[in-house]
């Protein structure tokens, strides 16, 4: 909040475009975007998007329970098939929480997602509303190039560290790929309760626990 509209804001570009990722599957990356969306779309003066930029393996409807994997979203809005994007976000449950599912899958969705359309719309999405924060929930950053040029279009990254098991060397390579511009933050995910009390974080598998985190 404080690099997308507090004091910091002026020195990072796209700052209220923000990347959810971990340099590996399974260190709970999506899990985490959900929660923070929720947590950012309890703030009064806040809205939120939340983009499933993770096109290769959509799961946010999966997660949130809505009927939205399959439905056209991101990919399609980049292939021309729907005439604004605004066709492809969708309303929740939650009055200040909408969804941009990734779309149809598609052979070429690197090319689509490194596109003159989709640097665009990042453009529009950073702009257009004053008080809305853009979480994109993208595919882990080791050997996937749809994390990388993502990146590139966005102001802050937030990476998902799995306590005991995600390797710093695996962080370390991950993170000197992205858009070196970002401000770049870490969320400890699955630690064991008290293990970070000092910093009060750490949290565990249900949303309660962690929205409070």
Same mark, same amino acid.
């Given at each position: 909040?404080?690099?997308?509209?507090?004091?910091?804001?002026?020195?990072?570009?796209?700052?209220?475009?923000?990347?959810?990722?971990?340099?590996?599957?399974?260190?709970?990356?999506?899990?985490?975007? =959900?929660?923070?969306?929720?947590?950012?779309?309890?703030?009064?003066?806040?809205?939120?998007?939340?983009?499933?930029?993770?096109?290769?393996?959509?799961? &946010?409807?999966?997660?949130?329970?809505?009927?939205?994997?399959?439905?056209?979203?991101?990919?399609?809005?980049?292939?021309?098939? =729907?005439?604004?994007?605004?066709? =492809?976000?969708?309303?929740?449950?939650?009055?200040?929480?909408?969804?941009?599912?990734?779309?149809?899958?598609?052979?070429?969705?690197?090319?689509?997602?490194?596109?003159?359309?989709?640097?665009?719309?990042?453009?529009?999405?950073?702009?257009?509303?004053?008080?809305?924060?853009?979480?994109?929930?993208?595919?882990?950053?080791?050997?996937?190039?749809?994390?990388?040029?993502?990146?590139?279009?966005?102001?802050?990254?937030? &990476?998902?560290?799995?306590?005991?098991?995600?390797?710093?060397?695996?962080?370390?390579?991950?993170?000197?790929?992205?858009?070196?511009?970002?401000? &770049?933050?870490?969320?400890?995910?699955?630690?064991?309760?008290?293990?970070?009390?000092?910093?009060?974080?750490?949290?565990?598998?249900?949303?309660?626990?962690?929205?409070?985190?």
């Amino acid at each position: 909040i404080h690099n997308a509209f507090g004091p910091a804001a002026p020195h990072h570009e796209n700052g209220n475009l923000v990347m959810v990722s971990s340099s590996r599957p399974s260190e709970g990356k999506t899990f985490t975007s =959900v929660n923070l969306a929720l947590s950012l779309a309890s703030e009064k003066d806040k809205t939120v998007l939340l983009v499933d930029a993770d096109v290769l393996k959509p799961s &946010i409807g999966k997660v949130l329970d809505l009927d939205v994997d399959n439905k056209p979203g991101l990919i399609d809005f980049l292939l021309g098939d =729907v005439g604004s994007v605004s066709e =492809v976000i969708y309303q929740t449950s939650i009055p200040n929480l909408r969804i941009l599912p990734a779309g149809t899958s598609h052979h070429l969705s690197n090319e689509l997602l490194a596109s003159d359309k989709m640097a665009l719309l990042t453009k529009e999405l950073a702009t257009r509303y004053s008080d809305r924060v853009v979480l994109f929930d993208c595919p882990p950053m080791l050997g996937v190039e749809e994390t990388i040029t993502v990146s590139k279009l966005l102001g802050q990254a937030m &990476i998902v560290v799995e306590h005991g098991k995600t390797k710093m060397a695996d962080v370390e390579h991950a993170i000197s790929e992205l858009n070196k511009n970002m401000a &770049i933050g870490f969320i400890v995910n699955k630690a064991m309760q008290g293990a970070y009390s000092q910093y009060e974080y750490g949290y565990g598998n249900d949303y309660n626990k962690e929205s409070q985190s």
